[in-house]
């Protein structure tokens, strides 16, 4: 089974970029659909956004449309966010996910593997 570590979050300021990185081991990640979501304090988890196997296909939150943009490097096993232009309503643990094989969720209870989580916290 597939093992997920983010990294990348951080502390920033309202207008600035941040690229989130998960690393995968074990498994086999070029089989996976892969996700990020976030869970903001006393709420619950979201889809952020999404990318096929092949990295070739993605979707997005409208919340982050336009601005966050999903990709993966399969001879890394990497998952990557880049956040650009963020806000402070975009604070929030960020979690990568991988999906099930043969499917591409948007609803996070359908995915089983999760890595733990890095920390976004965007001032205004």
């Known amino acids: 089974q597939v093992q997920l570590v983010e990294s990348g979050g951080g502390s920033v300021q309202a207008g600035d970029s941040l690229r989130l990185s998960c690393a995968a081991s074990?498994?086999?990640?070029?089989?996976?659909?892969m996700g990020w979501f976030r869970q903001a304090p006393g709420k619950e988890r979201s889809f952020v956004a999404r990318?096929?196997?092949?990295?070739?296909?993605?979707s997005y939150a409208d919340a982050v449309a336009g601005r966050f943009t999903i990709s993966r490097d399969n001879t890394k096993n990497m998952l990557y966010l880049q956040m650009n232009n963020l806000k402070p309503d975009d604070t929030a643990i960020y979690y990568c996910a991988a999906a099930p094989i043969g499917t591409y969720y948007i609803d996070p209870r359908r995915y089983d593997t999760w890595g733990q989580g890095t920390q976004v916290t965007v001032s205004s």
């Open positions: 990318t096929t196997i092949s990295g070739e296909t993605a």
């Open positions: 074990g498994g086999d990640f070029s089989k996976h659909a």
